[in-house]
């Protein structure tokens, strides 16, 4: 096979590998529904890893727009998510009751993927989530979790907050990757460039895990290339829109793409709900159970941990964590 | 209280709205929710917390005895969106639940919708349970008539 017939036959490939995305947005999941539907916008071209995709964007932006503290754009206030167009990369319309799309990901990965999918098909749900044992949501599962997002942008730094955990991503403007720590996290080390007012991050270094209980599993190899920008349309619709994509040389084929969005969440300001510090170890009852499955722990059961009774220190007065009511629970059956 | 009133207009459309987000801590599947069962109780407490919300009640057991139910709902975010807060269930209030049991038959399930004393209908809900508008009016005419369970409700005369 020629050079030229190598790199139409990967261009093919690519465009066909991007074709359903175009179509397949989700309305109603995670908020969806809001605005006109979403659609995925692929890389300009084929590229063989993330470093290269964000490379080339960067080079296109002629080494970003630097903003300063008064043009930078302003993202603040409490957001929700509107939708995404996730579940569309790996199975086939119409979601929840579709099926596994061949050859998406890697065979090791199709047969965990395929079995995961089963317990969804089968049980009406998967039997496990991470998130049961208290494990951080981490990227990607940041960018669709229901919680309420903050995004606070700085000339050389973005913080992107989500109410889980809390979770709090860093992006550094303008830097090249770090990994000081030798090891990789559950949000890894991102670093951006403004383009005008899009941002485009880069993020790697993340851990082995799953996107949700209805995804794929990705590597520690997994990484991606995102750009964030804000639209409007018409009938005073606002969404932050993350266009992202995905690559992971040990889960997938080749990289995938997907869409994320964010509204503001002026229904959720106006109850006066504000970001709070929710941690989940010490509040959480829900356990992996002896058949692999979930359960939680009911008061008065071993192991209970009641999330609003007294804190380390029951001797003393004004220990409750339920200030208001200050309500007891039944002693543990031990 | 007022709070509840006053979003009641807005809490069909809301409760829709966020139906499809009630799907972020864990998997439901400990929930058997080919059953809808009703209990009325007494409020013990109201943990309001993020990941999931637990609405902790004492219900009569027909000896005369209490036991501790425990009911699980969705978090903070989405039901300060269906005028849901952390006063919404206070501790002595009765209030009447729609849940779907834990399957091992601890006395535990998922929320569906609450009725207050008052009367209002709420939906606390996460992926537990349906605390649908749909859920709440299809519950209705069997509240009325005396039904505690779908399964009973729905066995042919």
């Known amino acids: 096979m020629s050079l030229n017939s190598r790199r139409r036959v990967v261009l093919i490939a690519f465009a066909l590998a991007n074709v359903p995305s175009l179509s397949s947005a989700q309305p109603g999941a995670f908020g969806g529904g809001f605005g006109p539907p979403l659609q995925v916008v692929a890389p300009p071209k084929a590229f063989a890893t993330s470093d290269e995709h964000y490379k080339f964007l960067l080079s296109q932006a002629k080494g970003g727009t630097k903003h300063t503290l008064t043009s930078v754009p302003r993202w603040d206030g409490l957001w929700n998510t509107a939708g995404n167009t996730h579940m569309s990369m790996f199975i086939d319309p119409p979601g929840f009751t579709g099926k596994v799309k061949p050859g998406v990901l890697t065979p090791p990965y199709e047969k965990a993927y395929r079995e995961r999918w089963r317990q969804q098909q089968e049980l009406g749900e998967v039997q496990y989530d991470r998130l049961t044992h208290c494990e951080p949501p981490g990227y990607p599962r940041f960018l669709l979790e229901p919680y309420s997002h903050e995004f606070l942008n700085l000339p050389d730094q973005s913080y992107q907050i989500n109410d889980f955990g809390p979770s709090i991503r860093r992006v550094y403007i303008g830097q090249e990757h770090k990994n000081v720590f030798g090891t990789h996290s559950w949000y890894g080390d991102t670093i951006g460039f403004w383009d005008g007012n899009k941002l485009v991050t880069h993020t790697k270094y993340l851990l082995p895990a799953d996107f949700t209980r209805w995804s794929p599993m990705t590597s520690n190899q997994f990484e991606s290339v995102e750009t964030w920008e804000l639209k409007r349309y018409p009938n005073d619709v606002e969404r932050l829109e993350v266009q992202v994509t995905f690559y992971d040389r040990h889960a997938f084929v080749q990289p995938v793409s997907a869409v994320y969005a964010f509204r503001r969440a002026k229904e959720l300001e106006a109850a006066g709900h504000r970001v709070q510090h929710w941690e989940c170890e010490t509040s959480n009852n829900d356990v992996i159970d002896s058949k692999g499955g979930t359960s939680s722990r009911l008061p008065g059961e071993p192991g209970f941990k009641d999330p609003r009774g007294t804190t380390l220190f029951p001797e003393l007065p004004g220990q409750s964590r339920d200030p208001i009511y200050n309500t007891t629970l039944p002693a543990k059956k031990e | ?157």
């Not at chain 2, 709902?73 to 209030?95: K, M, W």
């Not at chain 2, 207050?116 to 299809?138: H, M, Q, R, W, Y």
Request: charged share 20%.
């Open chain 2, 1 to 157: 209280m007022k709070t509840v009133f006053r979003v009641l207009p807005v809490l069909a459309v809301a409760s829709l709205l966020t139906a499809s987000v009630a799907v972020a801590h864990h998997s439901f599947a400990m929930f058997d929710k080919s059953v809808e069962k009703v209990a009325t109780g007494t409020v013990v407490r109201w943990e309001f917390n993020v990941p999931h919300s637990w609405l902790r009640m004492n219900v009569k057991n027909p000896d005369g005895t209490e036991t501790l139910w425990s009911f699980e709902g969705s978090a903070p975010p989405s039901l300060l969106q269906r005028g849901i807060t952390g006063s919404t269930f206070e501790p002595g209030n009765v209030v009447t639940v729609s849940y779907c049991p834990l399957k091992d038959g601890r006395p535990g399930g998922g929320l569906g919708w609450a009725r207050l004393a008052n009367g209002t209908f709420v939906n606390p809900a996460d992926g537990g349970c349906d605390g649908s508008v749909k859920a709440i009016e299809k519950w209705k005419p069997w509240l009325a008539a005396g039904y505690t369970s779908s399964t009973e409700a729905q066995k042919p005369k």
